[in-house]
C-alpha cells in the first residue's frame, strides 16, 4: 500500500496551558492535593515499587531502569497468564509507566514512549540514549525537541510551535516517531482511518495486531509492544488473547492495574466491542532491522483499508 498522509489523532490545541482546550479533549489534568494524602500516596508508591524489584530480584533480573511511576511489566504478565495458552505477549522485558499527578491528562504519550523504549533498551544499546534507564517525561520533551531541529516533521513541529519541554502539550504518534529518530530507532506508522464493520468497530485493526503477534509463532514473542493512538488518548498493545472472543492486551497508563489487590487479567484486555468508540486508530510499530537505517525526515504512514 502507498504511504499516505499523517492524519493528527491527539486533538486540535496545542498546550494545556492556554485559555484553550487539551489536544484530545481529556482535561487539563491539575488537582490541589493536601500534603498528607500526597504524603501517603507517594510512601504506597515507594512499597509497592519496593514489591516488584523484589519480585525482578528473586527472578535474576536488572532492576537499575525501575522508577517510582513503573507498576507492572510483561514479565510478570506471563507469570499470570501462565495456563492461558491462547494468550500471545510480546517482548517480557516491557514495562507498565503510569501517568502521575504531575502529569495525569495530558501525559500519556510520553509514558506509553517510555513503555516501547524500555522494551527497545533490551534489544540493543540505543545509540543515542541520555542515561542509562528509561528516560523521563522532560528528557522525552527535549529529545521531541532535538528532532525537529533536525527537521523531523515540520509540519508536526510548526503545530506545537517548536515546543514541548515544560509544556503540557499533547503528544501523538507523530511525536513518538520523532522521538524514537532522535534516538536512532526507525519506527513505522499505520493509519486505520475507519471503521471496518457495521457496528462501528475495528476488526481490521484486531487482524493486524494479531497477525504482528503470531507471525514468530511463539506464545512468548521477542517482537516489541505497539505504540496505539485514539482520538484523546494513547496505550500500549503488549499482546493478544486468541480465545473465542478476541482480545488486545494493553497496558494503559491511566490505569493502575494493581492498585493494593491482586492484579486481574480483565484489567488489560481490550475487546473488540470497545472499539466503537473511536472513528480512527494508529499504529506505531517498531520492527526488528529498526537499528539498521536512519528513519525518513518526511513522515508517511501505510492507511488499511
Not at 43 to 67: D, M, P, V, Y
Not at 112 to 141: D, F, G, K, Y
Amino acid at each position: 500500500m502507498q504511504p499516505q498522509e499523517i492524519v493528527d489523532l491527539t486533538g486540535d490545541s496545542e498546550d494545556n496551558d492556554s485559555s484553550t482546550q487539551p489536544r484530545g479533549g481529556r482535561g487539563s489534568g491539575t488537582e490541589e492535593v493536601s500534603q498528607g494524602p500526597l504524603l501517603e500516596k507517594s510512601k504506597r508508591k515507594h512499597r509497592r515499587l519496593q514489591q516488584i524489584k523484589n519480585f525482578f530480584h528473586e527472578r535474576g533480573i536488572a532492576t537499575g531502569h525501575l522508577s517510582d511511576n513503573h507498576r507492572f511489566s510483561t514479565s510478570q504478565l506471563s507469570a499470570l497468564i501462565q495456563a492461558e495458552q491462547s494468550i500471545l505477549l510480546c517482548n517480557p522485558s516491557t514495562l507498565l509507566f503510569n501517568t502521575t499527578i504531575s502529569d495525569r491528562g495530558w501525559g500519556c504519550g510520553y509514558r506509553n514512549c517510555q513503555m516501547l523504549i524500555s522494551s527497545l533498551m533490551h534489544q540493543a544499546p540505543v545509540s543515542r540514549m541520555p542515561t542509562e534507564t528509561v528516560p523521563q517525561v522532560r528528557q522525552l520533551q527535549e529529545m521531541l525537541e532535538l528532532s525537529w531541529r533536525d527537521g523531523y516533521d515540520r509540519d508536526g513541529a510548526d503545530q506545537l510551535d517548536h515546543r514541548a519541554m515544560g509544556t503540557r502539550k499533547w503528544i501523538g504518534t507523530t511525536e513518538i516517531y520523532c522521538i524514537l529518530a532522535h534516538l536512532g530507532v526507525r519506527s513505522h506508522i499505520v493509519d486505520f482511518h475507519c471503521a471496518t464493520a457495521a457496528d462501528g468497530s475495528h476488526p481490521a485493526l484486531f487482524s493486524w495486531v494479531v497477525d504482528y503477534f503470531t507471525a514468530t509463532g511463539e506464545r512468548f514473542a521477542n517482537k516489541h509492544p505497539l505504540y496505539m493512538q485514539h482520538q484523546g488518548h494513547s496505550r500500549t498493545v503488549v499482546g493478544v488473547d486468541l480465545s473465542d472472543d478476541v482480545c488486545l492486551l494493553v497496558f494503559d497508563p491511566d490505569v493502575d492495574v494493581a492498585p493494593g489487590g491482586p492484579v486481574k487479567l480483565s484489567k488489560f484486555r481490550l475487546p473488540l466491542g470497545r472499539t466503537r468508540r473511536s472513528k480512527q486508530f494508529q499504529i506505531l510499530y517498531v520492527d526488528d532491522d529498526c537499528f539498521s537505517q536512519a528513519a525518513p525526515k518526511q513522515i508517511a504512514s501505510q492507511r488499511i483499508p
